[in-house]
């Protein structure tokens, strides 16, 4: 589960709009997102959505494991 064979690097892309609204709200100066891949062709704004949940675990742990980092202060 995870490793560098599950990393893409890809350009940066505005796929919303909602973290620059959010940061007027609270403190925030950095976004990372989390993807996952479609086992169907189906586009995500469809009847048809369906993400592949194998990609659950990782990604909860990756935001479990930033809030462990900020909340003992190894990220400020």
């Known amino acids: 589960m995870g490793g560098d064979d599950v990393i893409v690097n890809r350009r940066f892309g ?35 959505f369906d993400i592949d949940e194998d990609v659950f675990p990782m990604e909860t742990a990756v935001l479990a494991e930033a809030a462990r980092r900020f909340v003992t202060g190894e990220l400020a």
């Open 14 to 48: 505005m796929g919303a709009e909602d973290f620059a609204y959010m940061a007027q709200a609270c403190a925030g100066n950095a976004m990372f997102n989390l993807g996952a891949k479609f086992p169907t062709a189906a586009a995500t704004i469809t009847d048809y």
